[in-house]
C-alpha cells in the first residue's frame, strides 16, 4: 500500500525524533553515572580522611596522656618495682590503672628487653619476646558480644609497610586470636589503608 506524502513525512518526522530522544538519554545517562562515580569517589575520599583524623587524634591523645602519666615518678617507680620483683599481680593492678587513666581499650608493658610482662587484653600471657617485633599498623575494633561479632572499623597500615601473602596471613591470624578470646568469632573488617588490604584480611579470616 502506498502511502500518501503527509504519512511519510509524519512518519519520517517521528522516527527523528525517537532517535534524537534515544541519543539523548543515552548522553544523559552517561552524564549521570560518570557524576554518580565522580561522588562516590569523593564519598570514599572523605570518609577515608576522616577515619585517619579520627585515627591520628586518638594516638595523639593517648601519646600526651602516656607522656604525662610516665613524669609522675610515684607512678613509674610502682611499676618499675613490680617489674622487678616478678609480682606479676601488682603489675597487672598498674596497667588496669594506666588502661584506666589513658582510656585505651588495652596497655600491655614489656622490661627493658622486649620481653611481655603484662597485658591487660590477655592476662595470662607474658614472657613472649616483643623485641624483635615492629609496629606496621593501627587498628580501630569494637566486640559486639550480643552478636558475637568482631568489627574492625579501621585498619591502618604504616608508611612504608608493603601488603604481603605472609603480612596478611599474620594480620588476619592475630585478629581471629583477638576474636576468639573476646568470645565475638566472627570477624568483619569493615575498611583499611591501604584499600585492598580489608578483603584480603576478610578473605584469609574466613578460610581459617
Excluded at 601488682?90 to 620481653?115: F, I, Y
Excluded at 561479632?149 to 604481603?164: D, I, M, Y
Amino acid at each position: 500500500m502506498k502511502l500518501p506524502l503527509g504519512t511519510k513525512i509524519f512518519l519520517g518526522t517521528a522516527l527523528v525524533v525517537v532517535a534524537v530522544l534515544a541519543a539523548a538519554l543515552l548522553v544523559t545517562k552517561g552524564q549521570a553515572d560518570r557524576a554518580a562515580d565522580a561522588a562516590s569517589e569523593r564519598a570514599v575520599r572523605a570518609t577515608r580522611a576522616a577515619i585517619q583524623d579520627a585515627l591520628d587524634g586518638r594516638s595523639h591523645t593517648l601519646r600526651q596522656l602516656t607522656a604525662a602519666l610516665v613524669q609522675v615518678p610515684a607512678y613509674v617507680s610502682r611499676i618499675g618495682e613490680s617489674l622487678r620483683g616478678s609480682d606479676r599481680a601488682n603489675l597487672l593492678d598498674q596497667v588496669d590503672e594506666l588502661r584506666s587513666q589513658t582510656g585505651a581499650d588495652w596497655v600491655l608493658v614489656t622490661d627493658g628487653a622486649g620481653v611481655l610482662k603484662a597485658w591487660t587484653a590477655q592476662r595470662n600471657v607474658f614472657d613472649e619476646d616483643f623485641s624483635r617485633g615492629a609496629l606496621i599498623g593501627r587498628l580501630d575494633p569494637k566486640a559486639h558480644r550480643k552478636e558475637q561479632r568482631f568489627e574492625v572499623k579501621a585498619l591502618h597500615l604504616e608508611p612504608g609497610v608493603a601488603v604481603t601473602d605472609e603480612l596478611v596471613a599474620d594480620v588476619a591470624g592475630a585478629l581471629h586470636k583477638c576474636a576468639v578470646w573476646h568470645k565475638t568469632p566472627e570477624v568483619d573488617v569493615r575498611w583499611s589503608d591501604p584499600p585492598e588490604l580489608a578483603a584480603l584480611v576478610q578473605r584469609a579470616i574466613e578460610r581459617r
